[in-house]
């Protein structure tokens, strides 16, 4: 029963194969390999195409080549070799359907020993052969046959042990050789060779999986030295950060200890020297002295407390300071971004000039010109009122640049005043407390701004007087009291103007 659907390549060639003459057959068979090379190895329609190969006979035909005289043949060996090619890739694989028995009892134990025939004439030419070239050449036909013997019998099992049984027949029963000739025609039965290649199978996973273990294994064992010092590393510091934070408690708590001691040192030094004072002052001169030492105290006292209220009033004052600052910043640099995008204006804004005019375009223009000056006819004007209007304009341009002039020098000064106010915030903020500082850092808190520097000498004469005054005239008054000092007092040589970025004059 012919296949449906059968591939035209093969139905061409059947064809041209019953069309030939005997002695073109070999060489039109030989186009069969083009077929099967052209295909995908283990794909369906490979299996079609030798299915469609054996349904029109074309393997058939081949084993009628083999069968024949080599000498007969076109081409010869290399056209007898490349057919057994053909006949054993056609045969593996195939699935001979209805014609099964057929095809695995007589077709391929036929093919098998045209096989045989072949490579037994094959080395009797090798032997009768004088040249050296022609035994290379017999050579390489005959390793082509045997490869194809071979595939055929790799393919189909059944075929060794076919061969097998027949030799074994030939045997004498009960010997060792048939022994053991019946135990190999067991392993080669196909529910054995099926257990074979499943166990090789699983030797071959097995293999593969000591391999991948044994890979997984060593890349550890080199990371593992890596690992070692990273986690000694990591013990390490973290030991040395617990070391140090226990030697850094040990020095506050031993320095809190000496601090204590220091004052307890101090109270009894200073016990001791009142003790000491008092039996050297004269019983009349006790009460005196108790005054002077409780004045002492109270300035002491007051001196505090001022000092911690000043300290308090300025860390919640700091932050508008330090946001004031940011704002002048702010203000500077706008200033001037504003004054180069002014001085860029200046420079870009010249004439430009117009654009080159057509004649047409010149001509449209000069009639609209003419025509406005038709419907709005112009007042006549006289050269002295012109010149009066000329004078005017300028006077009111020369005005209002000298104006622009004045502007211009009032926002540099006030530039210049925020930069000073700036400065000295900055000063005032950046300087130590007046008991850490050193013999060049008072220079610190002066201003070179005369306001500035006169209230500063005012608040500290007053200050002068203040501590100057006795004890008991301070006790009722605050912080914020002013004293009037004398102006001759506050003569003071006084510096320029501070501004940023120029030197003084």
Partial sequence: MKPTGTDPRILSLASEVVKSPEQNVPVVLLKLKEIINNTPLGS???????????????????????????????????????????LSHCCVGLEPGEDAEEFYNELLPSAAENFLILGRQLQTCF???AKGEEKDELLHFFQIVTDSLFWLVGGHVQLIQNGLRSLLNKQEPGTEFCQEFRQLIRLLSPKVHQEVEEQKLHQAACLIQAYWKGFQTRKRLKKLPSAVIILQRNFRSKRAKILLELNRQKEEEDRRLQLQL???????????????????VHPGQVEKHNREIEEKSALIIQKHWRGYRERKIFLQQKPSLMEYKAAVTLQRATLKFLAKCRKKKKLYAPWQGLRELTDARR???????DDYVRRHPSSQMSDVTSRELHSQAQERLQHYFMGRALEDRAQLHREALKAQISTNIEQLIKAPNLKEAEWKEP????????????????????????????WWKKLGEEAGDEIDV????????????FIGGTKPP
């Fill in 44 to 86: 369906s329609e490979l299996k079609k195409i030798k299915q469609d190969i054996y349904c029109y006979d074309l393997i058939r035909y081949c084993l009628l080549v083999l069968s024949q005289d080599y000498s007969r043949i076109q081409g010869g060996w290399a056209t007898i070799s490349q057919l057994t090619q053909i």
């Fill in 127 to 129: 032997i009768n052969a």
């Fill in 262 to 280: 220091q004052r307890q040192r101090a109270m009894r030094l200073s016990r001791e020297l009142r003790l000491s004072m008092l039996e050297i």
């Fill in 363 to 369: 001509i449209e223009l000069k009639q609209q010109v």
């Fill in 443 to 470: 220079e610190l808190f002066l201003s070179r701004s005369r306001p500035v520097a006169a209230k500063a000498k005012q608040d500290h004469l007053t200050t002068l007087k203040l501590i100057q005054a006795p």
């Fill in 486 to 497: 004398p102006k001759d007092e506050l003569s003071v040589e006084l510096g320029t103007l």
